[in-house]
């Protein structure tokens, strides 16, 4: 198994593509894996580092450096010729692809919001989505995160399609605090205007205005820190905890009473799935492929872009007596490892089939 991709985890960028390895290793559970990371030159820190981590072989690859992206594929094919079948993930890892043959089944798994939501994309990779997004037509066979992924990546493909959502490992399921005179909240993501972490802040201060003692934390970083911080008052109002662990973000969901991400679009939102896998309710903001999974037993999807609404929402699941493994029974186990790799299986078996 020859997986390839320009998202993985790197000792300079150590949270990127995080659920690309989870998935990784659970393939590896019952496959022999080779990763090749097609690496940005932000991921290797400056120096071209390579098998630094998890034994990845490290191709630096800038997608807007053509002879980049040539020699990228000069160093995918001879493990090309040793596999039995390739794994990619992410659309701009089919950018190596363009223009060569690949002679193997071949599977795709697709992440990329931009695909889910090219308008809010800035106009440059608008432009290349919509010049090159026919990449997405040429694996045998293409995963996606969640069927709302699924529908819009149909614009660009006729081919077959899978939904095989990402690996969520079994957590030890705590009591949330439910302290009435402390009410804890939790966000995680990127501070990006994507997932709207100025909302997230407006929506503390509207639950405060309305007399909940209400302070969040959130975990990831991002270009709107430097906003966020002059904004956040004194008084622990919200407090950034930076790129953590995954034992740092499992920490920070088990202090927390609720889940909070006023996401203007995600392909799935892996950060809310785990949320609900440890017992925790979330409010969100409801375009894309949460849908799948969030309903009002574990959650709640908020329309409106404004920080009453998403302060309705909480309160609304704040009232609402939960028991934290009830939460979690919500999703069950689809996205548990053995399920996870069983979507894959029936991915791998019908490349194989297509190349017979």
Known sequence: MLIVSTWYPSLAVPSAGSFVRADTET???AHRVKVIHLAPPEALGGVRQREELDNVIRVPMSTSSPRAIHRAWQAIRPHIAEADIVHSHAFSTLLAFAGHDVQIPWVHTEHW????????????????????????????????VSTYLAERVTKYRNGEMIVVPPTVHPVRILPAPNDPGDVRIVGVGGLVPGKDPLMALATVRELRRRGVPARMEWVGDGPLRAPLEAAIGPDGEMTLLGIQDRQGVSDALDRADVFLLPTRGETLCLSAVEAIAHGRPVVMGDR???????????GRLVGARNASAYADAVVDVLSEARVASTVASTIGNRFWPENVLAGYERAYERAHALRS
């Open 27 to 29: 393939i590896a559970g």
């Open 113 to 144: 919001s931009g695909v889910a939501e090219p308008q809010l994309l800035p106009a440059r990779e608008r432009l290349m989505l919509g010049a090159t997004g026919r990449l997405l037509d040429r694996p045998d066979v293409v995963t996606t």
């Open 288 to 298: 894309g492929g949460q849908r799948d999974y969030v309903r009002p037993d574990n």
